[in-house]
């Protein structure tokens, strides 16, 4: 039996908390990317790292928000938690792989490229992983070609803001990546979710069951809490704002009185000098 679904139950009110929630980690995510190429090196693992957790956690919670509006017209949904928070690791992990590699590569050639591919079957996979978590009184089926296009999106949209991280350009330009990212994802998403087709093992009554926000709010809370610590971090960090270190040396800085660099005799002038004591002590008397 051919399944009625319904992605947007609550109108449009999952699908932009869902953008935003991605927009949010794509910012984070990449504010901490910008930071980890400005920094030592010995800093530079922390910052990708929370970086990778931010934006796996922003599209994770993405994803799980846009599936509140998601309905099977008679076929109450459960979520397999083990397989859910899988879900959520598979992202940051794959994500962390793709953003270390630009962290240290650099964001061009085949390091942008690499990073780029594997970040962006990082957001595919937890999708995927996500909707194989769903259990309820059916199967999933899924259109090949609806769901390449979705993988494509993905990759693209990943690879377009790792680059637009490794330029440097100040807060405003990763603001606009970020928005241009949360798109992306959020069309990946929904891409993915055309290809959806559900097939019911049963033609029985409509029955009644836990609403998708009653079942996912509880999920949602961690990642959340997350993403509100991570965008603390990010604003009290005042080189993170402006996107690039202060190399200004200490001695130009106002209020800090400058010293002049102490002359050393260079090794020429020491022999030059030598060279004139022998001279004069050989013109000196000897005392008899």
């Known amino acids: 039996m051919q399944g009625t679904v319904d992605g947007f139950s609550y109108g449009l009110v999952t699908p932009l908390v869902a953008y935003l929630m991605a927009c949010l980690g794509g910012a984070l995510g990449l504010r901490c990317t910008t930071r980890a190429l400005l920094v030592a090196q010995t800093w530079r693992p922390g910052w990708l790292a929370l970086g990778s957790a931010a934006i796996g956690s922003g599209i994770w919670t993405m994803h799980f928000v846009a599936m509140i509006g998601f ?14 928070f899988a879900s959520l690791g598979v992202a940051i992990l794959m994500v962390g792989i793709g953003i270390f590699i630009v962290g240290y590569k650099g964001a061009t050639g085949s390091a ?9 079957l990082g957001i595919a996979s937890m999708h ?8 309820f009184d059916g199967k999933f089926e899924y ?6 296009a979705s993988v ?32 992306a994802v959020t069309g990946m998403h929904y891409t993915g979710m055309a290809a959806l087709r559900v097939h019911l093992h049963t033609t029985e009554a409509p029955t009644a069951g836990d609403s998708p926000a009653a079942l996912l709010a509880p999920m949602l809370i961690g990642p959340l809490a997350f993403l509100c610590l991570a965008g603390f971090v990010v604003m009290f960090d005042p080189l993170m704002v402006m996107g690039k270190p202060d190399w200004t040396p200490a001695e130009h800085k106002p209020g800090v009185p400058a010293h002049p660099p102490a002359a050393h005799p260079s090794r020429r002038s020491q022999l030059h000098s030598r060279r004139k004591v022998t001279h004069r002590d050989s013109r000196t008397p000897q005392n008899r």
């Open 128 to 135: 995927y992983l996500g909707m194989a978590g769903m259990r």
């Open 143 to 148: 259109n090949t070609l609806t769901v390449a």
């Open 112 to 120: 942008l490229f690499t990073g780029g591919t594997i970040t962006g």
């Open 152 to 183: 494509a999106i993905a990759m693209a949209a990943a690879t377009a803001a790792l680059w637009a991280a490794g330029q440097v350009r100040g807060f405003l330009w990763s603001v606009g990546a970020s928005l241009v990212m949360g798109l």
């Open 71 to 84: 309905t099977v017209e008679g076929a109450p949904i459960h979520y397999d938690k083990p397989l859910t």
